[in-house]
């Protein structure tokens, strides 16, 4: 069975920092990866998607994510945090079922992002 | 492309009534999922449905969940009767294959 470990419910930067959010999973298939962002009080945005091939993978909004197999992680990174990055983040992984893809998600990862 | 679609957006009901919320999903994707999220529990997978036939319904909490597709253009999740502990965002999402699409979702309150 998949599953999802996102480190630390809330995380907090400066605008202008760093942005590091944690992501690692458990499969027993070779997996597919993907975050989401949630706007309060709006669905989940699909930001990136790890399927196959190159293993860093870029997303919407200047975020990018790396699998990395033997560390079982898929880590989102964005280089300068923005006010508007401010949301709820979701790293979910798919089972890859015969009739699709079902997800699993995270417990969520709360950033905030500081003036 | 009008994304997936869900209606209500909002609905606040008293205990016991029947709630129904509609989905209608992005055209040609064959896979369609209902999710409920709540603060407690995050992100549940409720059911899916493949080419209109329920594949995995065993996130259904209990008997008075019901949801059916009766085309590929249209699904609907029923409570019946609705409880307190039912209140919830209720999103539907659907798929071409490798990627997951979500609405906006139906916030519903159960007083």
């Known amino acids: 069975a998949q599953s999802v470990t996102q480190l630390g419910s809330h995380v907090s930067v400066s605008e202008g920092a760093l942005v590091l959010l944690r992501c690692n999973y458990s499969?027993?298939?070779?997996?597919?990866l993907f975050w989401y962002v949630q706007y309060p009080n709006q669905g989940l945005q699909l930001l990136l998607k790890y399927t196959t091939g190159a293993t860093l993978v870029k997303g919407i909004n200047g975020f990018e994510a790396e699998f990395k197999k033997s560390e079982t992680s898929f880590h989102l990174t964005k280089p300068s945090a923005h006010m508007s990055d401010a949301a709820e983040y979701f790293c979910a992984v798919s089972d890859r079922g015969e009739y699709g893809n079902k997800l699993v998600f995270g417990a969520g990862t709360i950033l905030r992002v500081k003036s | 492309d009008a994304g997936v679609i869900q209606s209500p957006r909002h609905e606040v009901t008293e205990m016991g009534q029947e709630v129904t919320l509609r989905c209608k999903p992005i055209s040609g994707h064959n896979s369609l999922f209902w999710y409920r999220q709540t603060m407690m529990r995050g992100l549940e997978l409720l059911i899916y449905f493949n080419n209109n036939v329920p594949i995995d319904d065993s996130g259904m909490p209990e008997d008075r969940f019901s949801a059916k597709m009766p085309n590929a253009s249209f699904s609907t999740l029923k409570i019946q009767p609705s409880e307190p502990r039912d209140s919830a965002v209720y999103f539907c999402?659907?798929?071409?294959?490798?990627?997951?699409?979500f609405g906006e979702g139906s916030w519903l309150t159960v007083v």
């Open positions: 499969s027993s298939v070779p997996p597919y």
């Open positions: 999402a659907s798929s071409p294959s490798n990627a997951i699409y």
